[in-house]
């Protein structure tokens, strides 16, 4: 069968190890990908780069279209730039899709309430434009710039996976009490798009209302779309209703290219002791297999994580009893002998 060529940049920190994990696994299940590695983040930042993202990535990403991305580090102190933000702008990377649901075996505060949702992120606009300067040196500012085709393709975006998934409901989250013009067109935008998706039930919430419904009633949010750094913030959180930053995967999708990646950074408390969850990035993986219409496979790869999670045997510590996990390895070799096995959760269906 032919393969597609993808772009896999291993990151920083615990970074190479769920990546190692991931491709291991998809090779065991033998997905048609041929991967292309490349380098990003600390290492580049240390040889001088100073977007953190060599040419040569650039343009293995810009010549696959697609890219598997594990967590970067992020330099911080004035000046450094995020490799990640400058691989979303480069590409017009503008709709971070991040769902967020229950999974079998982990038991959570939570747990049994039937959590399924996706947070659709605006992901290069807002504050994360990174038009920041210091006006003297006392005197910091940061703009949030937000513009009405950028509020447009992320609403639509959000709309697209509602169909996609038939789902019920879009709610557009924001802050227009306070910032009537920015977040305003958001949520503007989300009245007038809605009136073309009669369907679909349109919603909308203040952001920091949205906080606090996602931990009272997290069951009852679908798709949310929201600005960007609303969507940072919520995205972990909605992470930690089930199970943690270990198992929420993204992806990070432009009109020409597309990229996937774990919700989580680059953990360097964990790093290099075999103690990563691969979740994340193997399910961002699975995600990356069904937009390039290898369904099957993704349906088997998702399956036999579904079996292993529900087991409840070899889970890694994050999400195991204290005392009780396994390593990311052994974690792995498990979720491979669990290929062809189905699990009780059925996988969402995609149109
Ligand atoms: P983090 O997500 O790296 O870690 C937060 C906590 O979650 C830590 O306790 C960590 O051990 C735990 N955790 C994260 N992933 C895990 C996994 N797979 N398995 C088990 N536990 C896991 O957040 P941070 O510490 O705030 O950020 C560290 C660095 O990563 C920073 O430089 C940040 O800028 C960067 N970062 C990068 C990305 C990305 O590349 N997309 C995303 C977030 C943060
Ligand atoms: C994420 C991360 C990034 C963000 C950082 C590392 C730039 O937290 O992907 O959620 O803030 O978007
Ligand atoms: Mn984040």
Not at 24 to 34: D, V
Not at 51 to 68: C, F, M, Q, Y
């Amino acid at each position: 069968a032919p393969k597609t060529k993808v772009t896999a940049l291993p990151g920083d920190g615990i970074g190479p190890e769920v990546m190692d994990a991931t491709i291991k696994i998809l090779a065991a299940a033998e997905a048609p990908i041929e991967w292309e590695f490349a380098e990003a983040g600390a290492k580049a930042f240390e040889r001088g780069v100073v977007t953190g993202v060599p040419r040569e990535t650039l343009d293995s990403i810009g010549a696959n279209k697609l890219a598997l991305k594990s967590p970067l580090e992020t330099p911080i102190g004035y000046g450094g730039k995020s490799a990640n933000v400058t691989m979303r702008k480069y590409f017009e990377l503008y709709a971070n899709i991040r769902p967020v649901r229950e999974l079998p075996g982990i038991q959570t505060p939570f747990s049994g309430r039937g959590i399924d949702m996706v947070i659709v992120r605006e992901n290069v606009e807002d504050v994360y434009a990174g038009i920041e300067h210091m006006q003297t040196t006392t005197v910091a500012q940061c703009l949030k710039l937000m513009t009405a085709p950028g509020c447009e393709r992320i609403i639509r975006a959000a709309y697209g996976v509602a169909l996609a998934e038939e789902r019920q409901s879009v709610t557009v989250a924001h802050k227009a009490n306070i910032m009537k013009l920015t977040e305003g067109m958001m949520k503007r935008m989300g009245e007038k798009v809605a009136r073309e998706f009669p369907g679909i039930k349109a919603g909308q919430v203040i952001i920091d209302n949205c906080a606090h419904q996602l931990v009272i009633r997290p069951e009852a949010y679908d798709v949310i779309v929201t600005s960007n750094m609303n969507g940072d913030i919520i995205s972990d959180l909605a992470a930690g209703l089930v199970g943690g930053l270990g198992i929420a995967p993204s992806s990070n999708l432009g009109d020409q290219v597309a990229m996937f990646e774990a919700v989580h950074g680059s953990a360097p408390d964990i790093a290099g002791k075999d103690m990563a969850n691969p979740t994340a990035l193997l399910s961002a993986s699975i995600m990356l297999l069904r937009h390039i219409g290898a369904f099957d496979v993704a349906e088997k790869v998702e399956q036999a994580l579904f079996v292993t999670l529900a087991e409840g045997r070899n889970l890694t510590g994050d999400l195991a009893p204290r005392g009780h996990g396994v390593g990311t390895k052994a974690f792995t070799d498990q979720v491979i002998s669990n290929l062809g096995r189905n699990s009780a959760m059925k996988s969402r269906t995609y149109k």
